[in-house]
């Protein structure tokens, strides 16, 4: 069974910084796509950032531009988010997601595989 565990959550100060982990078990996802996709209170989920399965392609929303970075260990079966210059707005809960595809893509409906979440809390 596949599983994606999320973590490196958790509450900082508004310009601090967090990095999110994401452990793939029960299948290797080293020639897959994966991504970041969080969801604030009140509004839908919406995409952060993606990832080729050879981790050579990398897309960001343009509200995490320049801050965040997307990167992958597939030795490790491990996706990562860096989350640099965090602001209040950044608060959300955030998932990882893969697919057996490999191109990157910034769509929903393109990932097979979600994790549980894991809460990023920005105080101003």
């Known amino acids: 069974q596949v599983q994606l565990v999320e973590s490196g959550g958790g509450l900082v100060q508004a310009g601090g910084f967090l990095r999110l982990s994401c452990a793939a078990s029960?299948?290797?996802?080293?020639?897959?796509?994966m991504g970041w996709f969080r969801q604030a209170p009140g509004k839908e989920r919406e995409f952060v950032a993606t990832?080729?399965?050879?981790?050579?392609?990398?897309y960001y929303a343009d509200s995490v531009k320049g801050r965040f970075t997307i990167s992958r260990d597939n030795a490790k079966n491990t996706l990562y988010l860096q989350m640099n210059s965090l602001k209040p707005e950044d608060t959300a809960v955030y998932y990882c997601?893969?697919?057996?595809?490999?191109?990157?893509?910034?769509?929903?409906?393109?990932?097979?595989?979600w994790g549980q979440g894991t809460q990023v809390t920005v105080s101003s």
């Open positions: 997601a893969a697919a057996t595809l490999w191109g990157a893509s910034i769509l929903e409906n393109e990932y097979d595989y």
């Open positions: 029960g299948r290797t996802f080293g020639s897959g796509r």
């Open positions: 990832i080729s399965g050879s981790g050579g392609y990398t």
